[in-house]
Each structure stands twice: as C-alpha cells, then as structure tokens.
C-alpha cells in the first residue's frame, strides 16, 4: 500500500497529493502527518490537493480530520489547489470544510503560513500578551 | 410473429430497388424549403436502409428500442439532428420515414402475389414498425431543438453574468435577474474560472440586482460563497437593500462570518482593506 | 416506455481498491459521453459515494454501469447492490447530516443531489439497491 510522502520545508510540512487514494492510504496520511508534526514540532501543514479531480466526503473529512487534529498540536493547515469543479461539487455535496484554511495554490498558501508563523513570533516578543 | 414475416428476405433482394424509389419519392416530397445536398440525401438514405435491413434479419420487428435496433436509432437520430438544424419541420422530417412504406409495400405485394392474407398481415408489421421509427424521429428532432434553446439560455446566462476586476487580486460579480438553481451553476463556474485566471483573494457579489432573495436564494448565494473560499477566496455581499436585510433577518438565514454591506463601493473599501491597501488623497502639490 | 439500455458493466464492490476502480470506471465512461467536467466530477463523485456505501455499510456488493438512451440524449445508470443489514428508515437516512453511531456518514442526501435521478429501494434483511442516473444535457 503506497504512502503519501510528507516533506519538510522549513517549519512547514509539505504534502501533495498525486494520487486516486485508496480510503486505506487516506488513513495512513492522517496518522503519519499528525506524527510528524510532533516529530518535527511543525508550525504549518500544506496540503497540495492540485492533482485530485475527485474529492468525496470521505476525503473531505480527511482534510477536515487533518486540520483539527493539527490545530490541537499546535499547527496550522492550509489545503492549496482546489480544483473549480471539485469545488462545486463538494459544496453540492453539502461539505463545506468549515475550519479549513485554503488557498489558490501552494505559493499563496506558504504566504499565509509564513504570515501567521511571523504573528506568533511577533506575539511571542510582547510579554504582555 | 417475426419467425414467419418475409419482410427480412424482401428486403434483402429488393434493397437497391426500394432504395431507388425511396429516394425518388423523396426528392418528389421537398418542399424546397431547408437544404440537402442530393448526394447527402441519397447517402443518408442509403445508410438508414442497410440499418434497417441488418435490423430486420435480427429477427424482432417489434421492440425498436432494443440493442438490435441501436443502429436504426443511431442513423434516425443523425438524420434529425441535421434535418432540425437545416429549419426542416418534425413533419418533413418523419416523412421521410414514413414514405418509405409505398416502396417497401410494393416489394412485398410482388413477393406475395395472390397470398392476400399474408399480404395484408406483413404491410400491417411493415405499417407498425415504420410509424414506431417515424415517431422516434419527432421524439429526437424535438430534443434537438429543445437542446438548441438550453444551450442558447446557457449563453444568455454566461453572457449576463460578467466578472469584472476590480483591482489586483479584487473582483467583482454584479448578479442581474432571478438566481436558481441552474443559474446558480453557472455563477459559481465562472467565478471560480475567473478566480484561478486572476489569481483572485476577495470576490464582491453585487446583489443590487436581485429582485428577491427568499431562502432559496440565500442558499445559493451561500453555496457560491463556500465554493470560492473552498479555492481561497473571500467573498463580499454588497448591494444589500433595506428590504433584504430584513428578509434575511426574518427567514433567520445565517450569513455566518460573510461581510456584506450596502453599497458596492464599501465592499470594495473593504476589499482593498483586507487586501492590505486603502485609497489616499494626493496631497495638493501632488495633483498639479 | 423503459429507457433503451445500450451496454452495461458489472464491477465488484469488496475491497477498497474496488472504490477506487469504480470511480476510475465512471470517470471514463463519463469522458466517453462527452459530459462536461462539472457533470463528470458529479457523477464520479456521487459513484464514490455509493460504492464505499455498499462495501462499509453493505459488507460489500456491486456495482452496474449502463449506458442509457431517450430519444436525443444518451445518460450513465449505475446501480449499487448489496446484500446488507439494509437502511430502517431510508427518509432519515437521505436527510443531511445523518450518521451511524460510528460517525460515518451515509452521504445519500448529498448523492442524491449530484445525480439527475436517484431512487432507493432498502429495507432491514433484504439489502439495498441504489440506482443514480446523470443525463449528459
């Protein structure tokens, strides 16, 4: 069974989905990210969804999954590269993926984590807060 | 019952001459009106009738919509779609299937000779299975036109829901008419088209134009919404009525975290805020 | 009058890789029609949805693919079958948000809504059959 390779970049994991994953893979993409941003005290997760032509709620979820579990260990997700009709699907699937941050694509979604890491050192260098 | 009809091996001998005066007959029945090439006519003839014939030897002369008849259905539907698009009527169309008969009967008249009751029985096979492919022309010739008017509503749609930019990374859909649900659909692909083309981060829907908004149509706005941000962009409502504050309010439709505002123009001060900039006055040297 | 039936596959639903085969199987099929990328990840998506139904909720099945006709426009049926526990009540199960006790979704209401036709016949001991249809308009 084929594992999603997760990179790191920085204090950002990397992930890209390439793939029509089995629910199996899905799975073991959860469990290996959410150990790797311990292992890697990752700030960021940026998940590359650019390939996928088919999210199902089950994927949906994953990402869902992937983003509150992140949260709890203290970093933040963005899932990049939706595709306009994956998009309008899901919506019509009735999943919205609340909570989820997104962004166009894997460069704005670097921005918006380097954004954020920068406010938490800034917030860090002001001991009244 | 097919076991016993004749009609197959009439066919079979009798295909040239059948096809020659078909087509004669054909050619007699144009009004002028619409336009086909002769050769066009005869190759399309042509192909109906050795359908028809392969068909025929399958050995079910009933069930035209069956796999043995995909063939026939396949040239009849051709054969409308051009028809229909060339500005035949229905009836002109079917027509055609339906002279087929005189020389299908006359072949079959020569085969029987004196057997008047087997005559009668296989022209009453021949009359039902012609009048069945007849009808299905009419069927498709209208689903063809029915499909011309969707695909010219589509363009209208696409054609009255313009996205303008409105500024780097700023823009603007400015809603005209009724949303439903088809309508809907073309919204939010040209949205997002435009928000992967402009590299996008805020779209401003402009509902100014909207006559009502009841729950429905809160629903698709919502859904047009999600569907932006699913590709990391906000939106902003603007054009926001007195009236439809109210409704809103009353239907207790959540907006959620979606900004609107009254007027275009403060959505797109918002925009321009989000977006990190904000529009200063030249000083009075500046403007010379 | 029935729908003229043109050609049909029949694919088995037991394991996760058969999810994946089903999807890849619509997806071409969809693409053979000529559907629009909307539509193809519609009906592609809602099949997702089914087959993982029929192997997780079901304890596996099938999947049937037809290739449907009316006069003018040609449509992909397919048919997931199995021979489960069966829904109780199938009303509740296609409202949104409704969820086994194990958290998973049944996702019907949101299939439902991406196919042009749905109907469902199920019932406590006797399985469930789903049948979507999605018309290339």
Redesign the interface.
């Known amino acids: 069974m084929e594992r999603i390779p997760i990179l790191k970049v920085g204090p950002n994991l990397l992930v890209t989905i390439q793939v029509d994953m089995h629910d199996q893979t899905a799975i073991a993409l959860q469990e290996d990210l959410t150990a790797r941003i311990v292992e890697k005290r990752a700030s960021g997760v940026l998940i590359d969804i650019s390939s996928l032509d088919v999210v199902d709620s089950f994927i949906g979820r994953m990402l869902a999954n992937i983003a509150a579990m992140s949260r709890i260990l203290g970093a933040t997700t963005v899932v990049v590269g939706m595709r306009p009709s994956v998009a309008i699907t899901l919506v019509e699937l009735g999943l919205s993926l609340k909570g989820v941050r997104t962004a166009l694509n894997v460069e704005r979604g670097m921005e918006m984590l380097q954004a954020e890491e920068q406010a938490e050192t800034n917030a860090g260098r002001h001991p009244e807060l | 019952m097919s076991g016993s009809s004749r009609i197959p091996e009439v066919l079979r001998d009798n295909e040239a001459e059948i096809l020659a005066e078909w087509h004669k007959l054909q050619l007699a029945a144009s009004t002028g009106r619409g336009t086909l090439r002769e050769a066009d006519l005869r190759e399309q003839s042509r192909a109906f009738l050795s359908a028809f014939r392969e068909a025929v030897q399958g050995g079910d002369l009933q069930d035209t919509?069956?796999?043995n008849w995909?063939a026939v259905?396949d040239v009849l539907?051709e054969v409308?779609r051009t028809r229909a698009r060339q500005g035949f009527t229905p009836v002109e169309t079917a027509a055609i299937v339906f002279s087929l008969k005189q020389p299908l009967f006359d072949a079959l008249a020569a085969a029987y000779g004196s057997d008047t009751a087997g005559l009668v029985k296989e022209i009453w096979t021949a009359t039902q299975l012609l009048d069945r492919l007849g009808l299905?022309t009419f069927?498709?010739y209208?689903?063809?036109r029915?499909?011309i008017i969707?695909r010219q509503q589509q363009e209208m749609m696409e054609l009255s829901t313009p996205v303008v930019q409105l500024w780097e990374g700023i823009l603007a859909l400015p809603l005209i008419g009724t949303l439903d649900s088809a309508r809907t659909?073309v919204v939010?692909?040209t949205l997002?088209?435009q928000?992967?083309q402009t590299?996008a981060?805020i779209a401003i829907i402009d509902i100014t134009g909207v006559p009502t908004v009841d729950t429905l149509v809160a629903q698709h706005l919502l859904?047009t919404v999600?569907?932006?941000?699913?590709?990391?962009?906000d939106c902003v409502i603007s054009g926001v009525r007195p009236q439809i504050a109210q409704t809103i309010v009353h239907l207790g439709v959540e907006l959620g975290d979606v900004a609107s505002k009254a007027t275009l123009a403060d959505a797109f001060r918002l925009a321009l805020k989000r977006t990190g900039r904000a529009v200063s006055r030249l000083s009075a040297e500046g403007r010379g | 009058m029935p729908d003229a039936i043109r050609n049909s596959e029949r694919l088995p639903i037991h394991a996760s890789g058969d999810v994946v085969a089903v999807r890849q199987a619509v997806r071409a099929c969809a693409v053979q029609l000529g559907f629009g990328l909307v539509d193809q990840t519609k009906i592609v998506t809602a099949a997702s949805e089914l087959a993982r139904n029929t192997l997780v909720h079901g304890g596996g099945g099938w999947m049937e693919l037809e290739i449907v006709e009316q006069p003018g426009r040609k449509g992909l049926r397919l048919t997931f079958e199995d021979r489960g526990r069966g829904i109780p009540d199938v009303n509740l199960a296609l409202k949104d948000g409704y969820s086994t006790s194990n958290g998973l979704g049944l996702g019907l209401g949101g299939a439902r809504r991406l196919c042009n036709e749905f109907e469902i016949s199920s019932a406590p001991g006797e399985g469930t059959r789903v049948t979507i249809t999605r018309w290339n308009l």
């Open positions: 919509r069956s796999e995909a259905r539907a409308s299905l069927e498709a209208q689903k063809t029915e499909d969707a659909q939010m692909e997002l088209q928000i992967v590299g981060s859904k999600a569907a932006a941000r699913l590709m990391g962009a």
